[in-house]
């Protein structure tokens, strides 16, 4: 039996990192091991839109005319995709709570008899080394026509600069110089850092170090959701 057992409820999960430290590879395993969603609000909103939603028209306009979502449309669009059964048991939050503000609303939202899971939000922060997140980001190559993702510095191609499967020519994002890492990094840290003490000062939240290997990652999440459930490992 792994540390996932079956029988284990996990709740509802938010999962912290800096870009680069392995956040979507761990969810999508948590998500097949535990049974359940990861729920992405990039994903709500575009979901809302695309249904054409009260919210979602209200979304539309506000992103056409240049401004960003407000914390009571997205709250709301939160709080539906919140009432549906398949959170029952617990689920993993992608990019929300942003903000203290957000983080009090589902705090809030969760203390009320409308949320479907009886457990708090806990939150677990994977850390990795900002020297190896520059060479994981920076060194990071794709290939335009088969999307085989590559790495110069630790999963080079067999040809320097050309795809092992088809031969084309790789490519690095924009998003992945170190400008645009440098830039990402503040973002991070300024609308994280207060989102991190709120869950901390509760009690709520632990860290867990992101330079292992992907299954010892894995590891100490599962022991980090344990103990946060107040559970010992078996």
């Known amino acids: 039996m792994t540390l996932a057992a079956s029988d ?6 938010l999962l912290l990192g800096a870009p680069g430290v392995g956040k979507g590879t761990q969810a999508q395993i948590l998500v097949t091991e535990y049974s359940i969603p990861q729920i992405s609000t ?3 909103l575009r979901k809302n839109i695309a249904e054409g939603t009260e919210l979602g028209r209200k979304a539309k306009d506000l992103m056409a005319s240049g401004q960003f ?3 009571l449309t997205v709250n709301g669009m939160v709080e539906a995709r919140l009432s549906e059964p398949d959170v029952t048991r617990g689920y993993i939050l992608d990019g929300y709570p942003r903000t203290l ?6 705090d809030s ?12 939000l806990v939150a677990i922060s994977i850390r990795v080394d900002e020297t190896e997140l520059l060479r994981r980001i920076t060194g990071r190559r794709i290939c335009p026509t088969c999307k085989c993702s590559y790495n110069i510095y630790s999963q080079p191609p067999r040809t320097p600069g050309i795809c092992d499967h088809d031969g084309t020519s790789l490519i690095q994002r924009p998003d992945d110089t170190e ?15 207060h989102v991190i003490d709120h869950y901390r000062t ?9 330079s292992q290997p992907i299954e010892q990652v894995t590891a ?4 980090a959701l344990k103990k946060l459930r107040g559970q010992k490992e078996e």
């Open 8 to 13: 284990f409820v996990p709740g509802p999960l």
């Open 42 to 44: 990039g994903e709500i």
């Open 69 to 71: 979502v407000d914390d």
């Open 101 to 106: 503000a957000q983080a009090d609303w589902l």
């Open 109 to 120: 939202y969760l203390d009320t008899p409308h949320a479907t899971s009886s457990l708090p």
């Open 179 to 193: 400008e645009a890492f440098e830039q990402r990094m503040k973002e991070y840290a300024a609308k994280t850092v």
């Open 202 to 210: 509760q009690g709520r939240f632990e860290e867990v170090d992101g």
């Open 220 to 223: 100490a999440i599962h022991s």
